[in-house]
Protein backbone atom coordinates (compact mmCIF):
# COMPACT_ATOMS: atom_id res chain seq x y z
CA UNK A 1 0.00 0.00 0.00
CA UNK A 2 1.48 3.54 -0.64
CA UNK A 3 2.00 5.84 2.38
CA UNK A 4 -1.33 6.72 3.37
CA UNK A 5 -2.83 10.18 3.99
CA UNK A 6 -3.56 11.68 7.50
CA UNK A 7 -7.11 10.82 6.67
CA UNK A 8 -9.49 13.43 8.85
CA UNK A 9 -12.61 12.91 6.84
CA UNK A 10 -15.89 13.16 8.69
CA UNK A 11 -17.46 10.38 6.92
CA UNK A 12 -16.65 8.06 4.82
CA UNK A 13 -13.44 8.02 6.96
CA UNK A 14 -10.51 6.22 8.01
CA UNK A 15 -10.78 2.67 8.33
CA UNK A 16 -7.61 0.21 10.13
CA UNK A 17 -4.78 -0.52 7.69
CA UNK A 18 -5.58 -4.10 8.30
CA UNK A 19 -8.83 -4.62 8.34
CA UNK A 20 -8.79 -2.71 4.78
CA UNK A 21 -5.91 -5.06 3.67
CA UNK A 22 -7.56 -8.58 4.76
CA UNK A 23 -10.40 -6.92 3.11
CA UNK A 24 -8.78 -6.61 -0.33
CA UNK A 25 -7.93 -10.19 -0.34
CA UNK A 26 -11.00 -11.23 0.84
CA UNK A 27 -12.54 -9.48 -2.46
CA UNK A 28 -10.19 -11.48 -4.51
CA UNK A 29 -10.31 -14.78 -2.49
CA UNK A 30 -12.59 -15.44 0.42
CA UNK A 31 -11.16 -18.68 2.44
CA UNK A 32 -9.64 -20.06 -0.26
CA UNK A 33 -13.16 -20.63 -2.04
CA UNK A 34 -11.94 -19.34 -5.57
CA UNK A 35 -14.70 -16.88 -4.82
CA UNK A 36 -14.57 -13.22 -3.95
CA UNK A 37 -16.78 -12.29 -0.62
CA UNK A 38 -18.80 -10.12 -3.01
CA UNK A 39 -19.28 -12.91 -5.34
CA UNK A 40 -20.80 -15.88 -2.65
CA UNK A 41 -24.53 -16.23 -1.46
CA UNK A 42 -25.21 -15.03 1.31
CA UNK A 43 -27.12 -18.45 2.46
CA UNK A 44 -23.69 -20.17 2.91
CA UNK A 45 -22.09 -21.81 5.58
CA UNK A 46 -19.14 -19.22 5.19
CA UNK A 47 -21.55 -15.91 5.13
CA UNK A 48 -23.70 -17.14 7.98
CA UNK A 49 -20.44 -17.20 9.77
CA UNK A 50 -19.55 -13.67 9.22
CA UNK A 51 -22.58 -11.94 9.80
CA UNK A 52 -23.40 -14.46 12.81
CA UNK A 53 -19.76 -13.67 14.04
CA UNK A 54 -20.33 -10.18 13.62
CA UNK A 55 -23.60 -10.62 16.07
CA UNK A 56 -21.54 -12.00 18.31
CA UNK A 57 -18.58 -9.93 18.69
CA UNK A 58 -20.51 -6.95 18.39
CA UNK A 59 -22.27 -7.63 21.82
CA UNK A 60 -19.16 -8.77 23.22
CA UNK A 61 -17.86 -5.20 22.74
CA UNK A 62 -20.46 -4.01 24.12
CA UNK A 63 -20.82 -6.04 27.30
CA UNK A 64 -24.58 -6.99 26.18
CA UNK A 65 -25.88 -10.28 26.25
CA UNK A 66 -27.82 -12.09 23.46
CA UNK A 67 -30.46 -13.13 25.15
CA UNK A 68 -31.33 -9.61 26.11
CA UNK A 69 -29.76 -7.62 23.07
CA UNK A 70 -30.62 -8.05 19.33
CA UNK A 71 -27.91 -7.01 16.72
CA UNK A 72 -29.81 -6.11 13.11
CA UNK A 73 -27.98 -4.91 10.27
CA UNK A 74 -29.75 -3.04 7.60
CA UNK A 75 -29.53 -0.73 5.06
CA UNK A 76 -30.62 2.96 4.33
CA UNK A 77 -28.09 4.66 6.39
CA UNK A 78 -28.87 6.38 10.02
CA UNK A 79 -31.17 8.39 8.18
CA UNK A 80 -34.10 5.51 7.98
CA UNK A 81 -33.74 5.10 11.42
CA UNK A 82 -34.65 8.70 11.93
CA UNK A 83 -38.13 6.59 10.20
CA UNK A 84 -38.11 3.20 11.41
CA UNK A 85 -37.56 3.82 15.49
CA UNK A 86 -40.95 6.04 15.31
CA UNK A 87 -42.54 4.36 12.70
CA UNK A 88 -42.14 1.30 15.24
CA UNK A 89 -41.97 2.79 18.73
CA UNK A 90 -43.52 5.87 18.27
CA UNK A 91 -47.55 5.76 19.64
CA UNK A 92 -48.06 8.88 21.49
CA UNK A 93 -45.22 10.74 21.92
CA UNK A 94 -41.72 10.51 22.41
CA UNK A 95 -39.10 13.20 23.73
CA UNK A 96 -35.87 14.10 21.72
CA UNK A 97 -32.77 16.54 22.77
CA UNK A 98 -31.72 18.56 19.58
CA UNK A 99 -28.37 19.13 19.49
CA UNK A 100 -27.56 19.15 16.18
CA UNK A 101 -28.29 18.67 12.47
CA UNK A 102 -28.89 14.96 12.70
CA UNK A 103 -30.94 15.43 15.73
CA UNK A 104 -32.84 17.64 13.90
CA UNK A 105 -33.70 15.60 11.13
CA UNK A 106 -34.04 12.87 13.69
CA UNK A 107 -36.97 14.70 15.20
CA UNK A 108 -38.50 15.99 11.74
CA UNK A 109 -39.16 12.35 10.81
CA UNK A 110 -40.75 10.73 14.39
CA UNK A 111 -43.18 14.09 13.99
CA UNK A 112 -44.98 12.47 11.03
CA UNK A 113 -45.88 9.25 13.51
CA UNK A 114 -46.97 11.30 16.55
CA UNK A 115 -45.97 13.85 19.33
CA UNK A 116 -42.92 15.16 19.40
CA UNK A 117 -41.37 17.22 22.51
CA UNK A 118 -38.39 18.83 22.04
CA UNK A 119 -36.77 18.28 25.97
CA UNK A 120 -34.15 20.65 25.11
CA UNK A 121 -32.40 22.29 22.24
CA UNK A 122 -29.21 23.96 21.95
CA UNK A 123 -29.96 25.72 18.66
CA UNK A 124 -29.80 28.86 20.84
CA UNK A 125 -26.00 28.93 20.56
CA UNK A 126 -25.42 27.20 17.01
CA UNK A 127 -25.66 23.79 18.98
CA UNK A 128 -22.42 24.45 20.53
CA UNK A 129 -22.83 22.85 23.83
CA UNK A 130 -25.09 20.11 25.41
CA UNK A 131 -28.12 20.77 27.34
CA UNK A 132 -27.74 20.36 30.76
CA UNK A 133 -31.62 20.82 32.04
CA UNK A 134 -33.99 18.16 29.97
CA UNK A 135 -38.22 18.85 29.85
CA UNK A 136 -39.01 15.57 29.68
CA UNK A 137 -42.28 14.40 29.62
CA UNK A 138 -42.23 10.95 31.86
CA UNK A 139 -44.75 9.50 29.47
CA UNK A 140 -43.13 9.12 26.73
CA UNK A 141 -42.82 6.04 24.72
CA UNK A 142 -39.12 6.71 24.59
CA UNK A 143 -36.26 9.56 24.72
CA UNK A 144 -33.78 10.13 22.05
CA UNK A 145 -30.33 11.95 21.56
CA UNK A 146 -27.57 11.91 19.21
CA UNK A 147 -24.32 11.20 21.28
CA UNK A 148 -22.06 13.06 19.40
CA UNK A 149 -22.57 15.55 17.14
CA UNK A 150 -20.32 15.28 14.03
CA UNK A 151 -21.05 18.81 12.85
CA UNK A 152 -20.28 20.44 15.50
CA UNK A 153 -17.92 18.93 17.88
CA UNK A 154 -19.95 18.41 21.26
CA UNK A 155 -20.80 14.94 22.83
CA UNK A 156 -22.75 13.61 25.37
CA UNK A 157 -19.75 13.12 28.58
CA UNK A 158 -22.40 11.89 31.03
CA UNK A 159 -25.80 10.62 29.79
CA UNK A 160 -28.82 12.14 31.09
CA UNK A 161 -31.27 10.58 33.04
CA UNK A 162 -34.40 9.37 32.20
CA UNK A 163 -35.90 7.32 34.49
CA UNK A 164 -37.96 4.25 33.76
CA UNK A 165 -38.95 5.86 29.52
CA UNK A 166 -36.62 3.99 27.12
CA UNK A 167 -33.93 6.39 25.96
CA UNK A 168 -32.81 5.30 22.50
CA UNK A 169 -29.61 6.69 20.96
CA UNK A 170 -27.98 7.87 17.52
CA UNK A 171 -24.55 6.80 17.74
CA UNK A 172 -23.06 6.68 14.40
CA UNK A 173 -19.90 8.93 14.98
CA UNK A 174 -19.25 7.67 18.56
CA UNK A 175 -20.29 4.27 17.67
CA UNK A 176 -17.75 2.07 19.74
CA UNK A 177 -15.49 4.90 20.84
CA UNK A 178 -16.02 4.58 24.33
CA UNK A 179 -16.95 2.73 27.32
CA UNK A 180 -20.54 2.91 28.71
CA UNK A 181 -22.92 1.05 29.94
CA UNK A 182 -24.90 0.12 27.20
CA UNK A 183 -27.79 -1.74 28.71
CA UNK A 184 -28.72 1.61 29.73
CA UNK A 185 -30.50 2.35 26.06
CA UNK A 186 -33.33 0.20 24.40
CA UNK A 187 -32.16 0.90 21.31
CA UNK A 188 -28.64 2.21 19.47
CA UNK A 189 -28.33 3.03 16.04
CA UNK A 190 -24.96 3.33 13.84
CA UNK A 191 -24.53 4.28 10.15
CA UNK A 192 -21.04 2.30 9.87
CA UNK A 193 -19.17 4.94 7.76
CA UNK A 194 -18.27 7.24 10.56
CA UNK A 195 -16.54 3.99 12.87
CA UNK A 196 -16.79 0.85 11.81
CA UNK A 197 -17.04 0.26 7.67
CA UNK A 198 -17.79 1.42 4.43
CA UNK A 199 -21.13 2.92 4.10
CA UNK A 200 -24.59 0.53 3.22
CA UNK A 201 -25.27 -0.78 6.88
CA UNK A 202 -26.41 0.67 9.67
CA UNK A 203 -26.13 -1.32 12.69
CA UNK A 204 -28.88 -1.03 15.05
CA UNK A 205 -28.71 -3.00 18.82
CA UNK A 206 -31.60 -3.21 20.18
CA UNK A 207 -33.47 -4.61 23.44
CA UNK A 208 -35.65 -7.49 22.90
CA UNK A 209 -38.02 -7.06 25.51
CA UNK A 210 -38.74 -3.82 24.26
CA UNK A 211 -39.32 -5.04 20.76
CA UNK A 212 -41.36 -7.58 22.18
CA UNK A 213 -43.55 -5.49 24.19
CA UNK A 214 -43.62 -2.20 22.55
CA UNK A 215 -43.18 -2.38 18.37
CA UNK A 216 -46.33 -2.04 16.38
CA UNK A 217 -46.89 -4.55 14.43
CA UNK A 218 -48.98 -3.44 11.46
CA UNK A 219 -45.74 -1.85 9.57
CA UNK A 220 -44.33 -2.43 5.38
CA UNK A 221 -42.67 -6.22 6.58
CA UNK A 222 -38.71 -4.39 5.52
CA UNK A 223 -39.21 -1.75 7.85
CA UNK A 224 -40.28 -3.81 10.63
CA UNK A 225 -37.29 -4.43 13.39
CA UNK A 226 -39.39 -7.75 13.72
CA UNK A 227 -38.51 -9.00 10.52
CA UNK A 228 -34.73 -8.42 10.84
CA UNK A 229 -34.73 -9.93 14.46
CA UNK A 230 -36.44 -13.05 13.56
CA UNK A 231 -34.01 -13.89 10.73
CA UNK A 232 -31.06 -12.78 11.79
CA UNK A 233 -30.92 -10.03 9.66
CA UNK A 234 -31.38 -11.88 6.70
CA UNK A 235 -34.62 -11.81 5.69
CA UNK A 236 -33.60 -10.51 2.26
CA UNK A 237 -30.22 -10.23 0.95
CA UNK A 238 -27.92 -7.97 3.62
CA UNK A 239 -24.97 -5.56 2.50
CA UNK A 240 -22.72 -8.11 2.12
CA UNK A 241 -19.56 -6.74 2.10
CA UNK A 242 -19.68 -3.86 4.44
CA UNK A 243 -21.15 -6.33 7.04
CA UNK A 244 -18.22 -8.04 6.48
CA UNK A 245 -16.04 -5.11 6.98
CA UNK A 246 -17.92 -4.30 9.99
CA UNK A 247 -17.07 -7.85 11.77
CA UNK A 248 -13.08 -7.23 10.95
CA UNK A 249 -13.49 -4.13 12.25
CA UNK A 250 -15.22 -5.88 15.57
CA UNK A 251 -12.81 -8.29 15.73
CA UNK A 252 -9.72 -5.79 15.49
CA UNK A 253 -11.05 -3.74 18.34
CA UNK A 254 -11.70 -7.05 19.94
CA UNK A 255 -7.79 -7.84 19.49
CA UNK A 256 -6.70 -4.41 20.72
CA UNK A 257 -8.31 -4.25 24.49
CA UNK A 258 -11.60 -4.16 23.25
CA UNK A 259 -13.95 -0.60 24.07
CA UNK A 260 -11.42 0.53 27.14
CA UNK A 261 -8.20 0.35 25.65
CA UNK A 262 -10.13 2.29 22.22
CA UNK A 263 -11.42 5.12 24.81
CA UNK A 264 -7.50 5.52 26.50
CA UNK A 265 -6.09 5.66 22.79
CA UNK A 266 -9.20 8.22 21.78
CA UNK A 267 -9.17 10.31 25.22
CA UNK A 268 -4.74 10.68 24.16
CA UNK A 269 -5.02 11.68 20.66
CA UNK A 270 -8.07 14.35 21.74
CA UNK A 271 -5.82 15.65 23.86
CA UNK A 272 -3.14 16.13 21.43
CA UNK A 273 -5.42 17.91 18.96
CA UNK A 274 -7.09 20.24 22.04
CA UNK A 275 -3.88 20.91 23.50
CA UNK A 276 -3.01 22.43 20.66
CA UNK A 277 -6.08 24.26 20.15
CA UNK A 278 -5.70 25.52 23.95
CA UNK A 279 -1.94 26.49 23.77
CA UNK A 280 -3.16 29.73 21.81
CA UNK A 281 -6.64 30.32 22.54
CA UNK A 282 -6.18 33.83 20.77
CA UNK A 283 -5.50 32.84 17.42
CA UNK A 284 -7.13 28.72 17.78
CA UNK A 285 -10.91 29.69 19.01
CA UNK A 286 -12.55 26.26 20.07
CA UNK A 287 -15.79 26.17 18.80
CA UNK A 288 -17.23 24.63 21.61
CA UNK A 289 -17.47 26.83 24.42
CA UNK A 290 -17.61 24.12 27.49
CA UNK A 291 -14.49 21.80 27.86
CA UNK A 292 -17.04 19.24 29.18
CA UNK A 293 -19.25 18.83 26.16
CA UNK A 294 -16.20 18.22 23.78
CA UNK A 295 -16.17 15.48 21.51
CA UNK A 296 -13.23 13.27 21.16
CA UNK A 297 -13.95 12.25 18.04
CA UNK A 298 -14.86 15.68 15.38
CA UNK A 299 -12.44 18.46 16.78
CA UNK A 300 -13.60 21.82 15.70
CA UNK A 301 -12.28 25.17 15.59
CA UNK A 302 -11.99 28.36 13.74
CA UNK A 303 -8.93 30.31 13.09
CA UNK A 304 -8.57 34.54 13.25
CA UNK A 305 -10.27 34.83 9.85
CA UNK A 306 -11.38 32.72 6.77
CA UNK A 307 -8.23 33.95 4.90
CA UNK A 308 -5.99 32.06 7.54
CA UNK A 309 -8.76 28.87 7.60
CA UNK A 310 -7.98 28.66 3.48
CA UNK A 311 -4.66 28.77 3.86
CA UNK A 312 -4.45 26.69 6.78
CA UNK A 313 -6.51 24.20 5.03
CA UNK A 314 -3.87 24.32 1.76
CA UNK A 315 -0.65 23.87 4.03
CA UNK A 316 -2.16 20.62 6.05
CA UNK A 317 -3.27 18.79 2.02
CA UNK A 318 0.24 19.71 1.42
CA UNK A 319 1.48 17.23 4.04
CA UNK A 320 -1.21 14.72 3.43
CA UNK A 321 -3.97 16.11 5.78
CA UNK A 322 -7.12 15.91 4.19
CA UNK A 323 -10.37 16.22 5.22
CA UNK A 324 -10.14 19.03 7.56
CA UNK A 325 -12.86 21.56 6.52
CA UNK A 326 -15.16 21.97 8.71
CA UNK A 327 -18.79 21.65 8.07
CA UNK A 328 -20.68 24.56 6.70
CA UNK A 329 -22.48 25.10 9.34
CA UNK A 330 -20.46 25.96 12.07
CA UNK A 331 -17.15 27.15 9.19
CA UNK A 332 -13.40 26.70 10.02
CA UNK A 333 -11.62 23.63 10.75
CA UNK A 334 -12.83 20.19 11.93
CA UNK A 335 -10.75 17.23 12.47
CA UNK A 336 -12.35 13.60 12.35
CA UNK A 337 -10.22 11.88 14.62
CA UNK A 338 -11.98 8.75 14.79
CA UNK A 339 -10.75 5.30 16.31
CA UNK A 340 -9.11 4.17 13.14
CA UNK A 341 -7.29 7.32 12.93
CA UNK A 342 -3.82 6.63 13.96
CA UNK A 343 -1.89 8.31 17.17
CA UNK A 344 1.04 9.93 15.04
CA UNK A 345 -1.96 11.13 12.55
CA UNK A 346 -2.77 13.74 15.35
CA UNK A 347 0.66 13.88 16.70
CA UNK A 348 1.47 15.32 12.95
CA UNK A 349 -2.02 17.73 13.18
CA UNK A 350 -1.29 19.36 16.57
CA UNK A 351 2.86 19.88 15.15
CA UNK A 352 1.75 21.55 12.14
CA UNK A 353 -1.29 23.81 14.31
CA UNK A 354 1.56 24.94 16.41
CA UNK A 355 4.13 25.78 13.28
CA UNK A 356 1.52 27.67 11.72
CA UNK A 357 0.59 29.29 14.64
CA UNK A 358 4.13 30.77 14.71
CA UNK A 359 4.53 31.31 11.22
CA UNK A 360 0.93 33.76 10.67
CA UNK A 361 0.06 34.44 14.24
C1 LIG B 1 -23.50 10.87 9.49
C2 LIG B 1 -24.56 10.88 10.52
C3 LIG B 1 -25.89 10.54 10.21
C4 LIG B 1 -26.35 10.21 8.82
O1 LIG B 1 -25.93 8.96 8.45
P1 LIG B 1 -26.37 8.32 7.05
O2 LIG B 1 -25.88 6.91 7.21
O3 LIG B 1 -25.67 9.08 5.98
O4 LIG B 1 -27.84 8.41 6.92
C5 LIG B 1 -26.81 10.53 11.24
N1 LIG B 1 -26.46 10.84 12.49
C6 LIG B 1 -25.20 11.18 12.83
C7 LIG B 1 -24.86 11.53 14.24
C8 LIG B 1 -24.21 11.21 11.85
O5 LIG B 1 -22.95 11.55 12.17
Redesign the pocket.
Known amino acids: MSTRAHNFN??PSILPVSVVEQTAKAILDFNNSGMGIMEISHRSKDFEKVIQEAQADLLTLMGLSDKDYSVVFVG???????SMVPMNFLRKKADYVVT?E??T??AKEAKLFGEVKEAASSKDKNFNYIPQNLALSGDADYVHI??????YGTRWNQMPNVGNVPLVA?????FLSRELDYSKFKLIY?????NVGP?GV?VVVLHKGWAAECAKDNLPTMLKYKTHMDNGSMFNTPPALPVYVSGLTFKWLLKNGGLKAIEQTNNQKAAMVYGAIDAHPEFYKATVTSKTDRSTM?VTWRLPSEALEEKFLNEAKARKMIGLKGHRAVGGIRASIYNACPVESCQALAQFMEEFYKANK
Open positions: AGGGASLQFGWAKATTNNTLDMSSDAGAQKATN
